[in-house]
Nanobody, 116 residues
Framework: QVQLVESGGGLVQTGGSLRLSCAAS????????MGWYRQTPGKQRELVAA???????NYADSVKGRFTISRDNAKNTVYLQMNSLKPEDTAVYYC??????????WGQGTQVTVSS
């Protein structure tokens, strides 16, 4: 059963924008936090942006001022608006949901490629 479904990746030029979406199934019990991570070959997976407990947001220093995380509670969906994209943003982006158990759920990954 697919429980986190991602969409919105693609190929853009430097300075362009993309918006990623991640829809969480209602079958995931007691989600405490949701966010976005990214990974490139030879690099560890890193946090990009997240909603923490209490609604606090957390951003990687490299994306502050360019990326914005948002959510639609009615749709159980989290978004990542990515502006002023740079080649170093190229990565596979993964949606994450953490429950109170705690247990982690991951989306399938969506490729973001930024050309020079």
């Amino acid at each position: 059963q697919v429980q986190l479904v991602e969409s919105g990746g693609g190929l853009v030029q430097t300075g362009g924008s993309l918006r990623l979406s991640c829809a969480a199934s209602r079958s995931i019990f007691s989600i405490n936090a949701m966010g976005w991570y990214r990974q490139t070959p030879g690099k560890q997976r890193e946090l990009v942006a997240a909603f923490m407990s209490g609604g606090r947001t957390n951003y990687a220093d490299s994306v502050k001022g360019r990326f914005t995380i948002s959510r639609d509670n009615a749709k159980n969906t989290v978004y990542l608006q990515m502006n002023s994209l740079k080649p170093e943003d190229t990565a596979v982006y993964y949606c994450n949901a953490r429950t109170l158990a705690p247990q982690d759920y991951w989306g399938q990954g969506t490729q973001v490629t930024v050309s020079s």
